[in-house]
């Protein structure tokens, strides 16, 4: 999983409560990615990021919300209007993150997140 | 849009045969390709990528993947396969070159799981 650290490992949420996910890489990587991994659909991407205090959307950024304070983070919040947050959460890392980079992504372990 | 497609959910093969994970693709313009492997409960690992030049490209653990232009292909092959093998293999594509917004970010497809049988 290279140097990337995701946690908790295992999250529980109740219905309508926040919670945040955690990421940090010392890859000294500028662009940081979150994914969200369900059954037989692939990765689906919520929301990227290229460098320090920029942050894009991804295909299913509803519900969701990040912060890129600083190069080694990038916390993800899922909120009470995720209507369905139950799946397995993966970030990842990248080098190169301009117009011509081609740097493979680092991922790491993910996080499931249960809703009781 | 981007988009890649893994027509096998799930792909059984003999420890010691030859493994093939099929992969197309749509993208415009020439792109970049991946692979990556998942074990249960665990981030991916990136296994190999076409960027450009051999069309044979050899990766991690023995893999290789075959870029076919005309078919817009990118299998996975391994000549004889292990147990270890076993997971979930993963296809990802990106526009190459200079692109802007979001085609410079991978699509992933919906994975195809691999059983390597004792």
């Known amino acids: 999983d290279g140097g990337i650290t995701q946690s908790p490992k295992y999250l529980f949420r109740k219905e309508g409560q926040n919670v945040t996910l955690s990421c940090e890489q010392n890859?000294?990587?500028?662009?940081m990615y979150w994914y969200r991994q369900d059954p037989g659909q692939g990765l689906r991407l919520i929301y990227y990021?290229?460098?320090?205090?920029?942050?894009q959307k991804g295909d299913i950024a509803e519900g969701y919300s990040v912060s890129r304070e600083k190069k080694e983070s990038f916390p993800l919040t899922v909120t009470s209007a995720q209507k369905n947050p139950t799946a397995f959460y993966l970030c990842a890392s990248s080098s190169r993150s301009g117009t011509s980079g081609i740097g493979e992504q680092f991922f790491g372990p993910g996080t499931r997140l249960t809703v009781l | 849009a981007q988009s890649v497609a893994q027509p096998e959910d799930q792909v059984n093969v003999a420890e010691g045969n030859p493994l093939t994970v099929k992969c197309t693709y749509s993208?415009?313009?020439?792109?970049?390709l991946f692979w990556y492997v998942q074990y249960p409960n665990r981030g991916l690992q990136f296994l190999l990528k076409y960027i450009t030049g051999d069309n044979l490209v050899k990766g991690s653990y023995g893999f290789e993947a075959e870029f076919n232009k005309s078919q817009t292909s990118f299998h996975l092959k391994k000549p004889s396969a292990l147990v270890s093998d076993s997971a979930l293999y993963f296809c990802?594509?990106?526009?190459?070159?200079?692109?802007?917004?979001?085609?410079?970010?991978?699509?992933f497809g919906s994975g195809t799981q691999l059983t390597v049988l004792p």
């Open positions: 990021s290229q460098i320090v205090n920029d942050f």
């Open positions: 890859l000294n990587h500028d662009a």
């Open positions: 993208v415009s313009g020439n792109p970049y």
């Open positions: 990802a594509v990106r526009a190459g070159g200079i692109s802007s917004g979001s085609a410079r970010q991978l699509t």
